[in-house]
């Protein structure tokens, strides 16, 4: 997908429908973290090493939009690209994609913060490195 | 609260937490829409109502802020007021408060489709004027 | 109801219905535990209070019945009553109804762990004794 | 693992972790689900096929024993068969393994009802003969 180049497999669990026939749309942001711990797996080491460094990712904001409904047993694709770290804070951007077709879009906002404290803290070094790196590769 | 004249309780379930200590940010959506569902029910009927005459409203977007964490067992009071229903189109706008401290705030966009065919539907007139008649009254 | 002397009532979510267009099984576990929380709220001090002098609570089995189906929006009543204290173990009894009718019934086991450690640890007197004030209550 | 030959595997997303840093009892049941749906994909040609051709199963009941917390990002084998069909009736059982330990262990019980009126009817002789298929292969 243009400008992406990491892409995160979910299938909608019949758990995640609701009486609309239709995967509910909160469970979409649980797709898109499980997206991102999948792309600092692949990236930087995991969510674990962040944790075990004393580091917490708080999620400050969430902006999607819902292009099509998904349903029960899709398999979607969670197209994740991260963006604009700068300070304690970054950004992921998602497209959201069921055989090519765009089901949902938009992006969320975080802070690092320090595990103890959930004070803000800057986005360590090695971190910013890992996920340079990651966007810098030629997209697939 | 400035602006809003409605809104709808909820404390945070143990289920809701996350390894962070903090309500999961995927938690809030299922409280706003239980705020949603608790106006239609105070304002307009109930949205069984609304589905009994054969419409649904599908969720389009999402845009929220988190400015705080909420912990377990947290009261949340979630103020909501629906705003700009045009054509098969409506609005709702949020603040999530905490003994008077804002936890998050946004707002939803929402569809009205046909219940069977998920095809977009004008919203109906006599929800309309059930939704102008709630906004219209003087804040409590 | 018979043997019962607190009930904790939940309406059902619609973010809890699944495509069958019931509440989903798993919504129920998460019932029962906001009815225990309000159980201890109402008896205990509740169960930050026993968090916070370093216990924790863990579930350690879950056996419900299924028999009838709950709808979005019911109103539901949750039946409930704290038995076999003993060691480090107690249980749970419920028994969820709607209208007077039987939604579904079962018990669930846990154990109290050291907060820090998750190691068993022997429920605290204090705990012991306000549980059994709570079911030696005459019934309501 | 004796006397089970499928098993289909889940991660531990954060959004299923709780405040006490392990994942909460509730998301056992939803991968008891997913198994169970996995299995019916690889042996009697999907849940999906079997909605479409009218019926639906529902869960009548959940025993669920935990032995040990399962952590965020755990990569957990749920080990699944079917048993005792008979009539409309079925039943699950599970094994949880995470590196050849015991997470949790249980069954769940169901039925086929009529997917319109929700009224038992006998799970049909083609859905017998793929799980008996199925539970008749020599143990991988």
New interface residues.
Partial sequence: VEGFSFAHDVRV???E??????A????F??WL??AR?AYLDRFTG???HIRARGY?A?????????RS?AA??DLLSVWTRCTDVRGARFRYEYRVERDGEVVAY?YTTHATVDGAT?RPTRVPAWLIDAISAAEERPAS
Same sequence: chains 1, 2, 3, 4.
């Fill in positions: 669990r019949f758990a429908t609701d009486a609309q026939g239709i509910h749309h909160a469970a942001l649980v973290e499980e711990i995991g969510y674990e917490e708080l999620t400050t904001g969430v902006h999607l939009e819902y409904a029960f047993h938009g959930h």
